[in-house]
Structures are given as structure tokens and as C-alpha cells.
T-cell receptor, first 115, second 113 residues
Framework: DSGVTQTPKHLITATGQRVTLRCSPR?????VYWYQQSLDQGLQFLIQ???????AKGNILERFSAQQFPDLHSELNLSSLELGDSALYFC??????????????FGSGTQLSVL | GNSVTQMEGPVTLSEEAFLTINCTYT??????LFWYVQYPGEGLQLLLK?????DKGSNKGFEATYRKETTSFHLEKGSVQVSDSAVYFC????????????FGGGTRVLVKP
């Protein structure tokens, strides 16, 4: 058990809808990262938050947004969903703001299916 | 930009066989290199890492050496077990880009008894 909790584990929805994925980092970790894993794109970095502030941005679509709350949990909001958004979404956490070799702890992921 | 290329799977082996998974990278700076493992139904776990050239990372019988001259970080294990069946991801982290990990496509390994 990595200590990173993601909910829900599975989510099935329809095109055009909006969903929210939730992540609770390990106790004491200040950074939260979101990754998308799909068969065609592999594992893609979406965004990182550190202590409530956006720290780094990757291949995140404009239809997607995220935030980190004062209690350090994070939510990833996906809107106007398309079939291609179906993927496994991982959250990870780390202690600090990131320094190149900092260890990340991953949650078990949320499997999103857009029908 | 940064990229990681690793051999496609699946790799199917018998128990106690030798495992090698090739990984090469492209980076503008001096990245740290990692191997992560994903067991069925779970998230990724850090397996080992190396932060500078010629460093060797090792864990659970797995080893990988950071080769700057060949931009490679191949994963090896001398005698695999059924419990090593998983997907293995090579990744790099460029210090200039914070802790944004760039992953390879993953290699599925299946070890048969």
C-alpha cells in the first residue's frame, strides 16, 4: 500500500459529461501529480501541485482542470468528455516540490470509461 | 524534448531465466533515471533509480546501470520468479523540469512456472 488513495476506482460515464477524480496524498506529502495512462499514449504527465499551488504542467487538455485543497487532497476535473478520454488516471505524491530524483508514490488509479 | 524508449513486450520467460529490458533515453540535461514496476491492478512502484552516470541502481535482485555514453539504462535480473510478472516502466526526470517524469511505453513481463 503506497498510502495514496484515489476514488473512485472505476467510473463509467457518457460523452459530453463531466467527472471529478479525487486523490489523497500520503501523510506528510505536499506534492500531488496526475498522470493519464492509455493504450495509445502510454503514461502521460498531466499536472503537478505543490502545497496548493500549480507547480508544473504537462499534456493537460483545456477541458481538464485540477486543484489542490488546503488539506492537500487534489481533484482532477474532466469535462466535455470524449471517447478518447477513456484511460486509467493515476495520482502520485511526494514529500517536496520535486528535484529530479525525488521518489513518487502512486495510487492504484481511477479507471475512466467514456461510452 | 525528453523521451524514453523501451523494448516492446510482452516478454515471456520461464522461472529462473535471465531478464533484460532495454531502455534508452533522450534528454537535454543530466537526468535521473528510474525503473518503476506496475503489478496487476496496482499503481506504479519505484523499483530502482540512478542519479548520475555510471551509478548502478539495484533492488529485489534487479539492477540497472546509468550509461551516459550509450544513453541507456537497461534493467536486468539474473533469475526471475513468477512474482516478477508485471509491467516495467523506464523513466527519466530532468532536474531542469522539476520532478516531471517522462515514461517509456512499458514492457509487460510474464514469467511462467
Amino acid at each position: 500500500d503506497s498510502g495514496v488513495t484515489q476514488t473512485p476506482k472505476h467510473l463509467i460515464t457518457a460523452t459530453g459529461q463531466r467527472v471529478t477524480l479525487r486523490c489523497s496524498p500520503r501523510s506528510g506529502d505536499l506534492s500531488v501529480y496526475w498522470y493519464q495512462q492509455s493504450l495509445d499514449q502510454g503514461l502521460q504527465f498531466l499536472i503537478q501541485y505543490y502545497n496548493g499551488e500549480e507547480r508544473a504542467k504537462g499534456n493537460i487538455l483545456e477541458r481538464f482542470s485540477a486543484q489542490q485543497f488546503p488539506d492537500l487532497h487534489s481533484e482532477l476535473n474532466l469535462s466535455s468528455l470524449e471517447l478518447g478520454d477513456s484511460a486509467l488516471y493515476f495520482c502520485a505524491s511526494s514529500v517536496g516540490p520535486g528535484g529530479g530524483d525525488e521518489k513518487l508514490f502512486f495510487g492504484s488509479g481511477t479507471q475512466l470509461s467514456v461510452l | 524534448g525528453n523521451s524514453v524508449t523501451q523494448m516492446e513486450g510482452p516478454v515471456t520467460l520461464s522461472e529462473e531465466a535471465f531478464l533484460t529490458i532495454n531502455c534508452t533515453y533522450t534528454a537535454t540535461g543530466y537526468p535521473s533515471l528510474f525503473w518503476y514496476v506496475q503489478y496487476p491492478g496496482e499503481g506504479l512502484q519505484l523499483l530502482l533509480k540512478a542519479t548520475k552516470a555510471d551509478d548502478k541502481g539495484s533492488n529485489k535482485g534487479f539492477e540497472a546501470t546509468y550509461r551516459k555514453e550509450t544513453t541507456s539504462f537497461h534493467l536486468e535480473k539474473g533469475s526471475v520468479q513468477v512474482s516478477d510478472s508485471a509491467v516495467y516502466f523506464c523513466a527519466l526526470s530532468d532536474r531542469a523540469a522539476g520532478n516531471k517524469l517522462t515514461f517509456g511505453g512499458g514492457t509487460r513481463v510474464l514469467v511462467k512456472p
